[in-house]
Structures are given as structure tokens and as C-alpha cells.
């Protein structure tokens, strides 16, 4: 039964990620700054996905984070948004 909770919450977290990157893409065509919120929101949805790409390993969530925070701010500036 565990399992099944787990799945689903992982599965409901994914859904939510996915919103978040739909909602904040649609921003990144217009010709506005992004809100640090905004900003939080991508950076947040690409730290999950490098985890989850790295397997899922317990522990290490600041060093994904960092590494997505780079990424997202790097690029944001290369398209004039930060």
C-alpha cells in the first residue's frame, strides 16, 4: 500500500511541476521581466528534474538546486529576461 501512495504522490508532484513550467513558459515569449517568483518557479521545476534524472538520491537536494539555479539564471540572461 505504501507503494501505491508513494507513486501517486510522485505522480501528483510531476503534474504539478509540469503545470508550473506551462504557466511560466508563456512569459518567456513576452517581452516582460520575470517576477522572482516566477524565477523561483523555474528554478524549482528544473532542480526536480535534475534529480529525478539523477535518480532520485536522498540528501543531495541543495547540490541540484544549485546546479538547476545556474542553469535557469544563465539562461534567462541569454534571452534577456534577468
Known amino acids: ?13 510531476k ?9 511560466t513558459s508563456s512569459r ?10 516566477e524565477i523561483f518557479d523555474f528554478i524549482q521545476d528544473k532542480a526536480y528534474r535534475l534529480w529525478d534524472e539523477a ?3 536522498q540528501g543531495r537536494d541543495w547540490e541540484f538546486w544549485f546546479k ?10 541569454k534571452i534577456g529576461k534577468l
Open 1 to 13: 500500500m505504501k507503494k501505491k501512495t508513494k507513486t501517486k504522490k510522485a505522480e501528483a508532484l
Open 68 to 77: 538547476a539555479e545556474e542553469k535557469v539564471k544563465a539562461h534567462l540572461k
Open 15 to 23: 503534474s504539478k511541476k509540469s503545470s508550473v513550467t506551462r504557466r
Open 55 to 57: 535518480g532520485k538520491p
Open 28 to 37: 518567456l515569449s513576452k517581452s516582460v521581466k520575470l517576477t522572482e517568483e
